[in-house]
């Protein structure tokens, strides 16, 4: 009999991290209001290949200095089927400041999210600023990154960026081919666990 | 019965023990207002406080605990405090770097919950001194127009001519530098030019100030004395001190985070009259555009100085003769010059230059006992964190001194620096995609009637370099 559980228990086990391996979200239909106070579904795609979501830190340097790429990948995409948003992870941080900050670094306007108790960023394991998640079909994370790799570590910046990791997942999906780096490492301020 | 017993004493000894454990436990734990605060304060906050260049500030808890994790992981790669240079053997004044036992501490905090501590414990913030950290200067100029730093691209380096319109001579001791965009604004090196020649190029370009090479210093070599070699006359019309000699005419600089530095007792600069104060600066893009409009405070000596102080650059001149060849792809390509002092010398200051490949830096004093002084050891050179060293107290080096450079350029495509992708061949210029190498010791000479000597031995070097490039080139 007790074998029996352990095995039962080591099964489930193994599904656990097959299932984490695969990384989908585990609410598909998780409902987020944004700042214009509209609720969103940023997982659940309609006829959208992609859903891209910047998470990013009103004071972060390395954040803020990935303003104008987050720009223009909103412009280069933007009659293409993939939805973005900006997730802010601050706990603090007030709507005016979130307007504010959006103005001055010239943000896109798409949807922006204020992520106070983090639920977005445990659902795609974001864990510094600036990172990105797509997520594909049923909630499947198909990338978690960096933007590109401008920064090899902190502090230090590349002289040219030589991979363009989100644009390259997007360029992908769009054509329907497998995202060719599904992970990177991204580099940046770390979003704190004590929110 | 017996065993119930048992089963007690060894419950209550192991009660016992969880409690004294537990107790051990509280007892070296590492809190905020215990440990962490004053390294905090005293290293982190004066940048990191508001108006100032951090792009945060860390005044207290609750700051420090929400980027807890950043901080502990800066620290340990000595990211920051910014200071590049690695322990030598000899003491840095205004030195920013935490030691092994001040990151280890704030590893440990980290590791264990960030504790707060007893806020009653906490010590008070140091006093920051507001507006010029030396007090009211002698002389306050600005740039006449902003310069608009763009929200992305690659650094930006452009000098600046500020007229300063002095009537006479004038000894400097300190430069105070503030700039008006804090974000943007990496670092600026100061010269003097009394020629009038980057007023021109600064009116000659169509934005505020003009671009054109990595440092003004680098131009003006190439420009002057690129082929000439004759690049330390200008001592002999100022007996006072050797200004524009190997120091090409430097009056310090800031960098972000620095103080002012002000010059050791009975030094400091010459400044012709007529002379512009040059800028040349630093930016790097912050994300959104910026204007910047810096300001400098100028503080005079009251009287000439009492003695010469002259720099020992090797290899000369950034390096123009050393015949810097970098092949596409090597790993740690390698200059070296050597310089044996002629007479006893005091050194106060050091300094190092190259461009985005340069790697490791090293300036080595080997004295005629074979003591072994590391002066300046830079273990990861990155440019943009240029910094002017002045050591905390006067370094004797007794003639027959052997001071080694040695500097490596990485090449590979692994440097994330390396401008060119993929990495291409490099040689000696002012460009971005250029390279330059030197290392300098700012000395007196001990006995003030040896400063001629000195003097006529660094202006040998130089010529030496000169021949040595000219006849291998020609060969």
């Known amino acids: 009999m007790k074998k029996v559980l352990l095995t039962v228990f080591l099964v489930m086990a193994t599904l656990g991290v097959q299932a984490q391996d695969k990384q989908t979200v585990s609410d598909v239909s998780l409902t987020i209001k944004d700042l214009a106070g509209r609720s969103q579904l940023p997982f659940k795609l309609e006829t959208e290949t992609a859903a891209v979501l910047f998470f990013i830190q009103q004071d972060c340097p390395i954040s803020n200095r990935y303003a104008p790429e987050i720009a223009r990948i909103v412009q280069d995409y933007k009659s293409k089927p993939v939805r973005f948003f900006l997730v802010y992870v601050d706990a603090t941080v007030s709507a005016k400041e979130m307007e504010q900050h959006g103005r001055e670094f010239s943000l896109p306007k798409i949807p922006v999210i204020h992520d106070a108790k983090h639920q977005l960023v445990a659902a795609v394991g974001a864990s510094v600023t600036p990172e990105v998640a797509v997520v594909g079909q049923k909630g499947a994370i198909v990338y978690r990154g960096r933007i590109d790799n401008l920064y090899q570590a902190l502090g230090k910046a590349r002289r040219v960026v030589t991979e363009r990791d989100l644009r390259n997942a997007l360029e992908a999906l769009l054509q329907n081919r497998a995202v060719p780096v599904a992970r990177t490492a991204a580099i940046g301020c770390y979003i704190s666990e004590q929110n | ?475």
Not at chain 2, 127 to 156: H, N, R, Y
């Open chain 2, 1 to 475: 019965m017996k065993i119930r017993i048992l089963v007690s004493i060894f419950a209550l000894g192991a009660l016992s023990l969880a409690l004294y454990g537990g107790q051990r436990a509280e007892g070296g734990s590492v809190t905020f207002a215990d440990h962490v605060a004053p390294i905090i304060f005293n290293n982190c906050t004066s940048c990191h406080r508001p108006g100032e260049a951090a792009p945060f500030v860390l005044m207290n808890y609750a700051d420090v605990q929400k980027r807890g994790k950043l901080i502990a992981a800066v620290t340990q790669s000595r990211q920051m405090p910014p200071w590049k240079a690695d322990a030598g053997d000899v003491e840095f004044k205004h030195e920013r770097r935490l030691t092994a036992a001040q990151i280890e501490t704030i590893q440990r905090w980290a590791a264990t919950g960030m504790h707060e501590g007893n806020p009653a414990k906490l010590p008070p913030l140091p006093k920051f001194a507001d507006g010029w950290q030396l007090g009211k200067p002698d002389l306050i100029v600005k740039m006449s127009e902003a310069f608009t730093v763009p929200a992305d691209g690659p650094d930006i380096y452009q000098n600046f001519a500020l007229p300063l319109n002095l009537p006479e001579d004038k000894w400097v001791r300190a430069i105070e530098f503030r700039p008006g965009a804090r974000t943007v604004v990496h670092h600026s090196l100061f010269f003097s030019d009394a020629t009038g020649e980057a007023r021109k190029l600064d009116a000659a370009d169509p934005q505020p100030g003009f671009s054109g090479g990595m440092a003004f210093t680098g131009q003006r070599f190439a420009a002057r004395f690129g082929l000439g070699g004759q690049a330390n006359d200008a001592s002999a019309t100022n007996p006072g001190a050797s200004p524009t000699g190997s120091l090409g005419g430097s009056l310090g600089g800031w960098a972000v985070g620095a103080q002012a530095r002000v010059m050791p007792e009975g030094l400091a600069y010459f400044l012709p009259k007529g002379s512009d104060l040059v800028l040349a600066s630093h930016f790097h893009p912050s994300g959104k555009v910026e204007k910047e409009i810096s300001t400098v405070g100028v503080y005079f000596a009251d009287k000439p100085p009492t003695k010469a102080f002259t720099g020992i650059q090797l290899p000369p001149l950034f390096g123009v003769f050393a015949g810097l060849d970098i092949p596409a792809g090597a790993k740690e390509y390698t200059i070296e010059d050597s310089f044996v002092l002629p007479v006893d010398v005091k050194a106060f200051g050091t300094g190092a230059h190259a461009h985005y490949i340069g790697k490791t830096m090293h300036l080595k004093a080997t004295l005629p006992n074979g003591q072994e002084k590391k002066l300046l050891w830079i273990n990861d050179w990155d440019f943009a964190w240029q910094d002017q060293y002045q050591f905390k107290d006067f370094v004797a080096l007794p003639k027959g001194t052997r001071l080694d450079v040695k500097i490596t350029y990485d090449n590979t495509a692994g440097n994330p620096r390396n401008p060119s992708s993929p990495p291409r061949r490099v040689k000696w210029g002012e460009g971005s995609f250029d390279e330059m190498g030197s290392m300098s010791l700012i000395v007196v000479a001990a006995n003030e009637a040896d400063m001629p000597a000195l003097q006529g031995a660094i202006r040998n070097h130089v010529r030496g370099a000169f021949t040595k490039r000219r006849s291998s080139a020609s060969r």
